[in-house]
């Protein structure tokens, strides 16, 4: 998310995402930014009429639409919410301190493994009863995003977005291209793309984890959605002959990408897209972003990653999706269910998406009205969709992701011949980091 870190979803402008991206470095530590844990919660302890909720939407749009989802509650409930607002990287590097010290009653959070990990270790409040409210209002892959491995409820989404394969519609048009929905068929169209002039795939991983989005489309299109969540959890091996297999697919395709991808930014690398140089991309829907002229922009479409193996066909669909959780031993917890509760709804969500459009709504009664073509389609994908999966630095260990993987799945577009070893070496390094947990 997205995102070397799992960024926040308000699809930040690309300087902003390349920061938020590095989860595992020490960006801004040292950087004379209090710690969250040393700040800990904001507000009065034992005030029934205040909620505090503690925010990593440091940027300021994400951080106006939040004040005035906030004022909108308060206005219908009578609960002010004291919002602590902490810089979105040391919010994620701070966490885990901040949750076993004096945190705020609800935060911001992402879905899925980093929701899991820590209502495992207690550091988070079951919201069963919250989910009893706003439950018809998301599609069970949504609910399942939400769930802690004990099946309680735990998060509450907020808004979310597509990673898929994006194209420019004039392009497919001129060469009289179709969408590929098979492995073989994306293969083939690679190959007469390059044979028409065109870079088949863009690609730039100079910051380390647009690749990570490639693996993971591969993975879960070749394994399953099952088999992708016990990689990500630590729990399956890495020199699985499923995950060679993920390599092998990749290796074929790898010398239809973009050449020197490390040394590319994902920006330079959807600027070979809007200028119709390169026939597809696969990223999430953040890429819009590089499409500033309106036309260039209404040109831009996208497809879901094509089936690998049909058992598992294309219902997988990687959608970083944020939102809401409560702390461990919440001071208001009946307000903070209140806030949680209305978090959950349409309303809540609309607000939201006024002051950002990149993203579109968790929720499958939010009204979709004003959403734009892209916005429409990317609903449509992720509300359809059997499963989701989060990213693989929100899947997974962020000390993994960022000290194992990122520079293993650059080894591995360097020196694709080296996989074997390569593969060896980020298992032998997972057993150690993950057990240390």
């Known amino acids: 998310m997205h995102d070397l870190s799992?960024?926040?979803?308000?699809?930040?402008a690309p300087s902003r995402r390349a920061l938020l991206r590095g989860v595992g470095g020490a960006a801004l530590l040292g950087a004379g930014i209090p710690l969250l844990s040393a700040c800990?919660?904001?507000?009065?302890?034992?005030?029934?009429?205040?909620?505090?909720?503690?925010?990593?939407?440091?940027?300021?749009?994400p951080k106006k639409a939040f004040a005035e989802i906030y004022a909108a509650f308060t206005k219908k409930s009578g609960i002010?919410?004291?919002?602590?607002?902490?810089?979105?990287?040391?919010?994620?590097?701070?966490?885990?301190?901040y949750l076993q010290g004096t945190p705020?009653?609800?935060?911001?959070?992402f879905a899925g493994y980093r929701m899991q990990f820590f209502a495992a270790k207690k550091l988070a409040s079951p919201i069963d009863d919250v989910w009893q409210k706003i439950g018809g209002d998301f599609p069970d892959a949504m609910k399942k995003l939400s769930k802690g491995e004990d099946g309680?409820?735990?998060?509450?989404?907020?808004?979310?977005?597509?990673?898929a394969v994006f194209y420019r519609k004039s392009v497919f048009a001129q060469h009289g291209y179709e969408v590929p929905t098979t492995w073989d068929d994306f293969v083939a169209l690679c190959k007469r793309m390059r044979k028409d002039g065109l870079v088949p795939i863009a690609f730039g991983d100079k910051d380390a984890w647009p690749a990570m989005g490639t693996f993971d489309q591969i993975n879960f299109r070749t394994n399953g959605y099952?088999?992708?969540?016990?990689?990500?959890?630590?729990?399956?091996?890495?020199?699985d002959a499923k995950v060679r297999k993920v390599f092998d697919h990749w290796t074929e395709i790898l010398p239809y990408h973009q050449d020197g991808a490390v040394g590319r930014t994902w920006q330079d690398a959807a600027q070979t897209l809007v200028a119709k140089k390169a026939g597809m991309y696969v990223l999430g829907t953040f890429v819009g972003q590089q499409f500033t002229n309106k036309a260039d922009l209404d040109d831009l479409d996208f497809f879901a990653f094509p089936e690998i193996d049909p058992q598992f066909g294309q219902d997988t669909v990687e959608?970083?999706?944020d939102g809401f959780m409560l702390s461990k031993a919440p001071k208001n917890r009946d307000g903070a269910v209140k806030l949680l509760e209305y978090l959950g709804t349409p309303e809540a969500e609309q607000i939201y998406l006024k002051a950002d459009s990149s993203v579109v709504a968790a929720s499958t009664k939010a009204d979709t009205s004003s959403y734009t073509a892209l916005q429409k389609k990317s609903f449509e994908m992720i509300s359809s969709a059997k499963s989701l999966?989060?990213?693989?630095?929100?899947?997974?260990?962020?000390d993994f992701t960022s000290t194992v993987m990122q520079p293993a799945l650059q080894n591995f577009i360097r020196n694709p011949k080296n996989v074997d070893s390569i593969l060896s070496s980020i298992e032998r390094q997972k057993k150690t980091i993950f057990a240390s947990a």
């Not at 705020?104 to 959070?109: G, S």
């Not at 309680?152 to 990673?163: G, I, S």
């Not at 088999?227 to 091996?237: I, P, W």
């Open 6 to 12: 799992p960024s926040g979803l308000s699809l930040p």
């Open 152 to 163: 309680k409820y735990y998060f509450v989404p907020l808004y979310t977005y597509p990673w």
């Open 104 to 109: 705020d009653d609800v935060f911001t959070w």
């Open 80 to 97: 002010k919410v004291d919002v602590n607002t902490k810089d979105h990287n040391t919010f994620q590097e701070q966490i885990n301190s």
């Open 226 to 239: 099952d088999f992708h969540v016990e990689l990500m959890a630590g729990k399956a091996s890495w020199t």
């Open 319 to 321: 959608a970083p999706t």
């Open 389 to 398: 999966t989060q990213f693989m630095d929100r899947d997974s260990r962020p």
């Open 40 to 61: 800990g919660g904001s507000g009065t302890a034992a005030d029934p009429k205040t909620v505090t909720l503690g925010s990593n939407s440091s940027d300021a749009v």
